[in-house]
């Protein structure tokens, strides 16, 4: 079982290091954003900070999308939860992207 957490955590940090901050053209793993990683079952919950307090909302909202996005496309996570912290927007951000549709479960 520990194996198995190990091989999934690459492979989630190999997703994580294709996103890049859309501003600097630099990926998030390389900038250091990712604070925290925790996964529990089948859920996942990532904590991040972006580059600066005021960095453009729209970067914002679009790296934490990408994360909730490429982690729900490997095998053996069925749901991703994105906590970005230190910026004005922190909370509609956290909204957006945790409300948004996750095409591994069948709407209600």
Do not use: W
Request: aromatic share 6%.
């Amino acid at each position: 079982m520990a194996q198995d957490i190990k091989q999934l955590r690459v492979q989630i940090f190999d997703e994580l290091s294709k996103i890049v901050d859309p501003e600097i053209n630099t990926s998030i793993t390389e900038l250091e954003l990712i604070d925290e990683v925790d996964i529990n079952n089948s859920n996942v919950k990532v904590d991040l900070h972006l580059t600066s307090p005021f960095c453009p909302a729209v970067f914002g909202f679009k790296i934490c999308q990408d994360v909730h996005d490429y982690l729900l496309k490997i095998d053996g996570i069925d749901d991703v939860k994105v906590n970005v912290s230190n910026h004005f927007m922190a909370e509609a951000i956290n909204n957006q992207v945790n409300n948004s549709p996750n095409p591994k479960k069948p709407k209600t």
